[in-house]
T-cell receptor
């Protein structure tokens, strides 16, 4: 079945350093979504990418969707302590209707 | 606009018991999906309902079941609880089928099985 792999599992950074998490799907995706879950909270939608090669920015966050629509990345520039949490990618299945989540990357930011 | 409401927020059960969790989606949302979240496994898809019909099911045993009512509220049931069922169960609603738009998550129901 469809799988969405996400790396790294954990990332420790010093405040001000950059951070990137990567997602790879075993199948072509109809779209990719990104969510952030703060410690003790629930996942909150960040963005959706639909087009091949699409790049979107939200302040210090840059999201990319691969040309083959099988991979995606989230890059945070100059991390802040408010960026701590787990970032999940979620792939929409072209053949069905369910959204499959990656395992998430937990970001720790040291002040 | 009220968000997704899940009840109960916390519950403790013993092995062999059963549990029912409830999810009220955002008003107007017709799709409800359920996920199991554990520290080592991330968000595992359980099932999705749209207009009272189960549209997709994840790879969970038959002990896990669900349903959706005409008002879009959804329940999931786990029978014959096992220790490994301890997890945060998250419900998410969306306007249409989940692969086409943003998922709005509830706070979750944290189940502990002793």
């Amino acid at each position: 079945g469809q799988q969405v792999m996400q790396i790294p599992q954990y990332q420790h950074v010093q405040e001000g350093e950059d951070f990137t998490t990567y997602c790879n799907s075993s199948t072509t995706l109809s779209n990719i979504q990104w969510y952030k879950q703060r410690p003790g909270g629930h996942p909150v939608f960040l963005i959706q990418l639909v087009k091949s090669g699409e790049v979107k920015k939200q302040k210090r966050l840059t999201f990319q969707f691969g040309e083959a629509k099988k991979n995606s990345s989230l890059h945070i520039t100059a991390t802040q302590t408010t960026d701590v949490g787990t970032y999940f990618c979620a792939g929409g299945n072209t053949g069905g209707f369910k959204t499959i989540f990656g395992a998430g990357t937990r970001l720790f930011v040291k002040a | 606009k009220a968000g997704v409401t899940q009840t109960p927020r916390y519950l403790i059960k013993t092995r062999g018991q059963q549990v029912t969790l409830s999810c009220s989606p955002i008003s107007g949302h017709r799709s409800v999906s359920w996920y199991q979240q554990t520290p080592g496994q991330g968000l595992q898809f359980l099932f999705e309902y749209f207009s009272e019909t189960q549209r997709n099911k994840g790879n969970f045993p038959g002990r896990f079941s669900g349903r959706q009512f005409s008002n879009s509220r959804s329940e999931m049931n786990v029978s014959t609880l096992e220790l490994g069922d301890s997890a945060l169960y998250l419900c998410a609603s969306s306007l249409s089928l989940t692969n086409t738009g943003e998922l709005f998550f509830g706070e979750g129901s944290r189940l502990t099985v002793l």
